[in-house]
Nanobody, 118 residues
Framework: QVQFVESGGGSVQPGGSLRLSCVASGGIIGDYVMTWYRQAPGKERERVAVIGKSGDVLKYIDSVKGRFTISRDNAKNTVYLQMNALKPEDTAVYHC???????????WGQGTQVTVSS
């Protein structure tokens, strides 16, 4: 089964930027539509950004449109999330995985914590 390792999170001030990476092993992510998810404390996990198998962007949630950019490098088995103009409400643990509307979801990795505060 495919396993994911997320990295790149951290603590930033509002308006700052982070670039998240998700490296997959045990499978080929090019076979899947991939998604970045996030889960804030006390809230359900939500889909943030979805990218098609060939790199076409399928979806951003409204709250991140114009600020976040999802991309992928299938040769490196890696998915990225560039996050700009971060807001406190972006604070969450971010995970990548296959898109749960289209595929069986793999085991969740540890995720990477993003904290936005002044």
């Amino acid at each position: 089964q495919v396993q994911f390792v997320e990295s790149g999170g951290g603590s930033v001030q509002p308006g700052g930027s982070l670039r998240l990476s998700c490296v997959a092993s045990g499978g080929i992510i090019g076979d899947y539509v991939m998604t970045w998810y996030r889960q804030a404390p006390g809230k359900e996990r939500e889909r943030v950004a979805v990218i098609g198998k060939s790199g076409d962007v399928l979806k951003y949630i409204d709250s991140v449109k114009g600020r976040f950019t999802i991309s992928r490098d299938n040769a490196k088995n890696t998915v990225y999330l560039q996050m700009n103009a971060l807001k406190p409400e972006d604070t969450a643990v971010y995970h990548c995985n296959t898109d749960w509307q289209l595929h069986i979801v793999m085991d969740w990795g540890q995720g990477t914590q993003v904290t936005v505060s002044s």
